[in-house]
T-cell receptor, first 110, second 115 residues
Framework: RKEVEQDPGPFNVPEGATVAFNCTYS??????FFWYRQDCRKEPKLLMS???SGNEDGRFTAQLNRASQYISLLIRDSKLSDSATYLC???????????FGSGTRLLVRP | NAGVTQTPKFRVLKTGQSMTLLCAQD?????MYWYRQDPGMGLRLIHY???????AKGEVPDGYNVSRLKKQNFLLGLESAAPSQTSVYFC??????????????FGSGTQLSVL
């Protein structure tokens, strides 16, 4: 079983739609969680960290469920510019490693 | 302040050739990482370093070697390139324990093709 799993998609949604992605992780000792965004053939960029209490940044909301070992990303009012691959990332202090999921592709159509 | 710089950006090798990818960061970061990315596979960790003079294996270390002789540089070597090593390689660095959390700073990637 992969340490971090995501639905690869693609999620094909119209502009203005709300879309949600989930990500599950296997190691209960995982300590920090993040969503990165990656545009085609470019380096990943940090979208937002995910806090235990949940957090929001504009149209983006991230949630963490430690009991069920998953994190989620909600995008409201989708824009064409949101089209990208969204990577779920997990960090463990004990291993110094950031582990990436394989990504969920989002396509926002006019 | 250039951040993380990878060289080269593109390279084509023949099977059996060797090469070294260079990653340089000017942010005084302790941790550095090499990832490879293949279609549908996400980023997989090859090797990483938690400080000058130290390296460790990641998920897919076979066929690669690394060195961290200076804190700012992390080198990835392919001793005998194979077609299976055709990929996009990303270098990244982060603070030991950052005020901004565990954010990774990425280089722009190296597209490597092995024929």
């Amino acid at each position: 079983r992969k340490e971090v799993e995501q639905d690869p998609g693609p999620f094909n949604v119209p502009e203005g739609a709300t879309v949600a992605f989930n990500c599950t992780y296997s190691n209960s000792a995982s300590q920090s969680f993040f969503w990165y965004r990656q545009d085609c053939r470019k380096e990943p960029k940090l979208l937002m960290s995910v806090y235990s209490s949940g957090n929001e940044d504009g149209r983006f909301t991230a949630q963490l469920n430690r009991a069920s070992q998953y994190i989620s990303l909600l995008i409201r009012d989708s824009k064409l510019s949101d089209s990208a691959t969204y990577l779920c990332v997990v960090w463990m202090d004990s291993s110094y490693k950031l582990i990436f999921g394989s990504g969920t592709r989002l396509l926002v159509r006019p | 302040n250039a951040g993380v710089t990878q060289t080269p950006k593109f390279r084509v090798l023949k099977t059996g050739q060797s090469m070294t990818l260079l990653c340089a960061q000017d942010m005084n970061h302790e941790y550095m990482y090499w990832y490879r990315q293949d279609p549908g596979m996400g980023l997989r960790l090859i090797h990483y370093s938690v400080g000058e003079g130290t390296t460790a294996k990641g998920e897919v270390p076979d066929g690669y070697n690394v060195s961290r002789l200076k804190k700012q540089n992390f080198l990835l070597g392919l001793e005998s390139a194979a077609p299976s090593q055709t990929s996009v390689y990303f270098c990244a660095s982060k603070e030991r324990r950052g005020i901004i959390g565990e954010k990774l700073f990425f280089g722009s990637g190296t597209q490597l093709s092995v024929l």
